[in-house]
């Protein structure tokens, strides 16, 4: 089974500042993809980038980029020019590749990063 | 383009009760997962359906059942409602099974409160 470890429960930054969200995770498969989620007060969860185990190149999003080190099993999230707007829980998620035939598998997720964006 | 909705969007119960909640996918997505996401928690995975069938189920005893209709849409049902049971059930679709990689949309969600 797969562990998603998110070790900063709260993360608090002026507006304009880059902050970065950590994230570990645990697993036996060579094969995976890993995501970022946001979920503001509103609750709907929102996808900020993911990221195929596969790529060595690490995914961008606009104001949004991580980095992304296999071998050490993890996964952060950079956040650059940070807004009000991103003031919101950030999981981090991981979901295994299934291969040919091999059904679907679903997200393990993180407990979390509460991150709040000053004025 | 219509995202994922859910209804509805805060229900209360009492234990023991049955629960039926809804998603309907986003338009072209064929797979329906559910998750259940209590406070101050990530979400865990429930189960998914493709294709009329539950593909993959998390750690959820058969108290929780699903269902998945021709159109897409799906149902998640709780019987015998626990204390335990209060929390924020998630819909997310997809197109095809994840195991691929496709990105899962996610509704706003049903606050389920069982008293």
């Known amino acids: 089974a797969q562990t998603v470890t998110q070790s900063q429960p709260e993360m608090s930054v002026q507006e304009a500042e880059t902050v970065t969200l950590s994230c570990t995770y645990d697993?036996?498969?060579?094969?995976?993809?890993l995501f970022w989620y946001k979920q503001p007060p509103s609750r709907q969860m929102i996808l900020v980038i993911r990221?195929?185990?596969?790529?060595?190149q690490n995914a961008t999003e606009n104001r949004f980029s991580v980095n992304f080190q296999k071998a050490a099993k993890s996964f952060s999230l950079k956040i650059s020019d940070s807004q009000l707007g991103d003031t919101a829980m950030y999981f981090c998620?991981?979901?295994?590749?299934?291969?040919?035939?091999?059904?679907?598998?679903?997200?393990?997720f993180g407990k979390g990063t509460h991150l709040i964006i000053q004025p | 383009d219509a995202g994922v909705t859910q209804s509805p969007t805060h229900l209360i119960k009492t234990r023991g009760q049955q629960v039926t909640l809804r998603c309907s996918p986003k338009?072209?997505?064929?797979?329906v997962s559910w998750y259940q996401q209590a406070l101050g928690q990530g979400p865990q995975f429930i189960f998914q359906?493709?294709?009329?069938?539950?593909?993959q189920r998390g750690n959820f005893p058969d108290r929780f059942s699903g269902h998945q209709f021709p159109n897409y849409s799906s149902e998640l049902n709780v019987n015998a409602l626990l204390l335990g049971d209060s929390a924020l059930y998630l819909c997310?679709?997809?197109?095809?099974?994840?195991?691929?990689?496709?990105?899962?949309?996610f509704g706003p969600g049903t606050r389920l409160l069982v008293l």
């Open positions: 990221q195929e185990a596969y790529k060595q």
């Open positions: 359906y493709y294709e009329e069938e539950e593909r």
């Open positions: 697993t036996s498969e060579s094969n995976y993809y």
């Open positions: 338009s072209g997505h064929d797979t």
């Open positions: 998620a991981f979901m295994k590749h299934m291969g040919d035939g091999g059904g679907a598998d679903g997200l393990t």
């Open positions: 997310a679709s997809s197109l095809a099974l994840a195991g691929w990689g496709e990105t899962q949309y």
